[in-house]
């Protein structure tokens, strides 16, 4: 956060980045080339709607690469960063569903044959060609044969993202889904991104606190960001040290407590 009021106070971000939660400024400033830097998920620029194809456009020299940038302040030279889940996401099926069988056969059918290929990535010889074992995009696929897996990432819930084989498999796969010109930059993202990773930490019960503050507590998180960011730099750890108190006065200090004891007990 005192990184980010620097950043901030020599006029490197925008004065206006607290009002832009939907980053629509953020991709507006990068398509046009006006900043030199920004943190964002792996490929989100590379996709259709990421930006760099308008980027490309409007800057015609402009060149991009990926960065881990994130040094631990230890000296030890790592990159410490979360990981993704294994998972697609949590899928509960309720106890007075009139349709819970149907459900179980609906997610047992995608996860059968090649179902949950063709949902994310289409139809072999149409919307993609299989080589080596890997679905590579069919670049000049008619929009309308494109149009059926748009938004295929959405459909296919059993996973997160393609899913043929092996870690490797998979990511080559998720590279080969990109156009060719931005295969090489997605390979650079995956590689940092795996590098120096840490959790995702899985608790075999609910954390209580979690559900009783977490909305007030994202809420203030977002405050603390803002507030502290715009602070004039003699008065950041006052202002900081003020929001901070009231994050853990809200119900931080509970969900703290229980998250410690939760990891005692796993241990």
């Given at each position: 956060m005192q990184f980010l009021n620097k950043l901030y106070n020599e006029g490197l971000i925008s004065p206006d980045f607290s009002l832009d939660e939907e980053k629509e400024q953020l991709y507006k400033d990068f398509?046009?080339?006006?900043?030199?830097?920004?943190?964002?998920?792996?490929?989100?620029?590379?996709?259709?709607?990421?930006g760099l194809d308008n980027l490309t456009k409007n800057v015609p020299d402009s060149k991009i690469a990926a960065l881990d940038a994130y040094t631990n302040p230890n000296a030890d030279g790592k990159h410490i960063k979360s990981r993704y889940g294994p998972n697609g996401m949590y899928i509960m099926i309720p106890k007075s569903s009139k349709r819970s069988v149907e459900a179980i056969k609906y997610l047992d059918w995608m996860t059968s044959d090649n179902n949950l290929l063709t949902m994310s990535t289409?139809?072999?010889?149409?919307?993609?060609?299989?080589?080596?074992?890997?679905?590579?995009?069919k670049e000049d696929a008619p929009q309308e044969t494109k149009d059926r897996v748009y938004n295929g990432g959405d459909m296919a819930i059993m996973a997160n993202g393609k899913v043929i084989g092996d870690q490797e498999m998979n990511e080559k796969a998720w590279i080969a889904g990109f156009p060719k010109n931005n295969q090489e930059l997605m390979r650079q993202s995956i590689d940092f991104a795996n590098t120096d990773t840490v959790g995702p930490i899985v608790f075999d019960r609910p954390i209580e606190a979690e559900s009783k503050y977490g909305t007030a507590l994202n809420d203030k998180l977002k405050i603390v960001i803002v507030q502290s960011a715009m602070a004039k730099p003699d008065q950041f750890e006052a202002v900081y040290e003020r929001e901070?108190?009231?994050y853990m006065n809200i119900g931080g200090t509970a969900l703290k407590e229980e998250l410690e004891q939760a990891l005692q007990e796993k241990k």
């Open positions: 398509q046009n080339g006006n900043i030199g830097y920004m943190s964002e998920d792996v490929g989100q620029i590379l996709y259709a709607d990421g289409g139809v072999e010889g149409e919307n993609y060609d299989l080589v080596d074992g890997i679905p590579v995009i901070m108190k009231d």
